[in-house]
């Protein structure tokens, strides 16, 4: 079979990575890709939110599944699009239809979902720029810290946390009036503050069944110990510690079985990865947000666990059979570090060359933002490479992501050296 992978980044190096390992596979497109994507199939310059050139891509080359990475084209409706396009009709795709993409594309919409089918999250409230003074009053009376959530997609910075009211009544005022989003911060959503610790379970579901895929906890914040401001993610650990067989039971039955319920009873087209990002508040899961697609960077760490055919798995999503499939996951800890360009998340400077890329022993070097200069592999992002080891523990784990990240070189090269640290008290 023909496949085609949509995205760039270190998400969809580690699904093309585990696609490629398929007997079943004929030839392997991920567009537009990255330098690390072209080792394990080949890169097209085709934009993923272009439809009508993935469309022309996906008939040329007898394209039989398409795997949304990202969630732009998803919320943007290229699902609908294959759906309703008499040609593209029997390609498979991986991934919710518009509807199902509001889960990620819209904090109001995920929220309403969530009361509907009394799936367990903070109390929160919607404003828009008409209701911003009465948003101001909600937060006076409320405690802090103050949770104030972009209703559209941010690009993953879109929450801020404040613990000062008229800091936080400022910030309600910056993201409605003066667009701090620019139209995702049209409606934002104001949240109980939940004390507790996170961490990111993924489901895969042909919208009747589903698969619970390997735990990840991620680190969002720039900084060692948690400090600065929030990334796309520095890095990952899985499994997760604090993840007990008692508390995913509970994420099972009281989380997961509602919310794909709910989608199928409310007539929602929902083929491909939920990704729910929770908090365990006194040992019980309450939900913090659904996204539409795998997580980055824990696909990086999700992936290599996987021992099972990825592609037999999305065979059973489309043909919708994949409670007859197997998951077989490896114990061992997987450990992932990113390692990240000098000044991001703010501004930072591209097209410096990576040298070292074949030094890592132990470990699996995903790119994420990184092209091909000539000859060379040059810095193209802010994150630019997720480093993923194993190990029996996490030190084990954490340590051989560390040693290969060192062994790594460009100019301006950053990394979290905590990463997994919290856990080991667990």
């Known amino acids: 079979m023909n496949v085609l992978v949509l995205g760039s980044g270190g998400r969809e190096h580690a699904i093309s990575w585990k696609l490629a390992q398929s007997s079943q596979i004929s030839s392997l497109y991920i567009a537009p890709g990255n330098a690390g994507t072209d080792a394990v199939g080949i890169n097209v310059d085709v934009n993923p ?32 699009f294959f759906k309703n396009d008499k040609a593209l009709a029997n390609v498979g795709i991986i991934g919710p239809s518009q509807q199902g993409a509001q889960l990620e594309g819209s904090k109001e919409f995920a929220k309403l979902f969530m009361q509907r089918h009394r799936i367990p999250t903070a109390k929160y409230a919607s404003f828009t720029k008409d209701t911003v003074e009465e948003g101001k009053a909600f937060l006076a009376k409320m405690k802090a810290p103050y949770v104030l959530k972009a209703d559209g997609l941010a690009a993953g910075k879109g929450v801020v946390i404040l613990t000062d009211l008229k800091e936080a009544q400022a910030e309600l005022e910056s ?19 939940l004390k507790g610790i996170e961490c990111s379970v993924f489901v895969l579901t042909d919208g009747h069944s589903y698969k619970i895929l390997p735990e990840a906890k991620d680190y969002k914040r720039i900084g060692v110990g948690d400090t600065g401001p929030n990334t796309g993610g520095m890095g990952a650990i899985s499994p997760v510690p604090f993840c007990t067989e008692e508390f995913m039971d509970k994420v099972e039955t009281r989380i997961i079985i509602p919310t794909v319920k709910g989608l199928k ?61 197997d998951l077989h996951v490896d114990e061992r800890v997987a450990s992932t570090v990113v390692l990240v360009s000098k000044g991001y998340p703010d501004a930072y400077e591209k097209g410096k060359e990576i040298k070292g890329l074949h030094r890592p022993e132990n470990a699996i070097v ?46 301006g090269k950053y990394f979290r050296d905590d990463i997994g640290k919290d856990l080991l008290g667990y």
Do not use: W
Not at 50 to 73: C, I, Q, R
Not at 292 to 307: A, F, L, S, Y
Not at 382 to 410: H, K, N, P, Q, W
């Open 366 to 411: 995903f790119h994420a933002g990184t092209k091909k200069s000539g000859q060379k592999i040059v810095t193209n992002g802010g994150r630019v490479l997720a480093v993923t080891a194993f190990g029996g523990s996490i030190d084990e784990a954490t340590d051989r992501s560390f040693a290969a990240a060192g062994s790594i070189e460009y100019s």
């Open 265 to 325: 009873a409310e007539n929602i087209d929902y083929k491909g990865f939920i990704f729910i990002g929770l908090i365990k508040v006194n040992n019980e899961p309450y939900v913090i947000e659904y996204n539409c697609r795998m997580g980055d960077p824990e696909t990086e760490v999700v992936m290599p666990r996987i021992k099972s055919d990825l592609l037999n798995l999305f065979e059973g999503v489309v043909t919708e059979t994949l409670s007859e499939c």
């Open 175 to 193: 993201m409605l009036v003066n667009q701090k989003f620019g139209d995702a911060s049209a409606t934002v959503v104001i949240e109980e503050f």
């Open 49 to 80: 939110e272009d439809f009508k050139a993935v469309k022309k891509f996906v008939l040329e080359k007898e394209v039989g599944l398409v795997v949304v990475g990202p969630e732009a084209p998803l919320v943007k409706g290229i699902v609908d």
